[in-house]
């Protein structure tokens, strides 16, 4: 196993608007596959009233994270996967999880990216096109998710 440690954000836009049952179920072969690879994560939903996005955040070995981050960005569940920020990370914030779900409206999700840093955004498709603001929402989830 490599003991280098990486990472991978992206945003894209969901083609269809799962619900959570939905999503659980597209997520257990998913979650076999990242145990298998030694990947974990976190898998946001994000619904606003012009539609609905996906944040993932993979971490684990490099080659593993490049692996998935292709099979899943080949999807047509959703489009334009839009990496933000790929590269070593010093621990895993999701460790015990391979791959937390979590669904969030708008508000909760500006609520949430605003309690770490940034200015304040007033919309997803604003929050989702902010390197900073996505990170911080994840920072955030990391610290919710336990
Ligand atoms: C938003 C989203 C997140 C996904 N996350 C993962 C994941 O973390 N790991 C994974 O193996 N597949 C994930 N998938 C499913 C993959 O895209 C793909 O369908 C699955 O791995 C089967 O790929 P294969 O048919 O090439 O084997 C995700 C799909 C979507 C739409």
């Not at 391979?98 to 200015?119: H, N, Q, S, W, Y």
């Amino acid at each position: 196993m490599s003991s280098i440690l990486y990472q991978l954000l992206y945003v894209s836009t969901a083609v269809v608007d799962l619900n959570e049952r939905e999503l659980e179920t597209l997520l257990g072969p998913s979650r076999l596959k990242n145990e298998a690879a030694d990947v974990t994560g976190l898998l946001l939903h994000l619904h606003d009233a012009r539609g609905a996005y996906f944040v993932q955040h993979l971490e684990g070995p490099q080659r593993a994270v490049q692996q998935a981050f292709e099979r899943i960005s080949r999807d047509e569940l959703h489009v334009q996967a839009t990496v933000l920020h790929c590269g070593q990370a010093e621990r895993r914030a999701f460790a015990a999880w391979p791959m937390r779900l979590l669904m969030l409206e708008a508000e909760p999700a500006l609520d949430l990216a605003k309690t770490v840093a940034g200015p304040n955004r007033t919309n997803l498709v604003d929050l989702l096109a902010d390197r900073s603001g996505v990170q911080s929402l994840i920072t955030s989830c990391a610290a919710v998710a336990h």
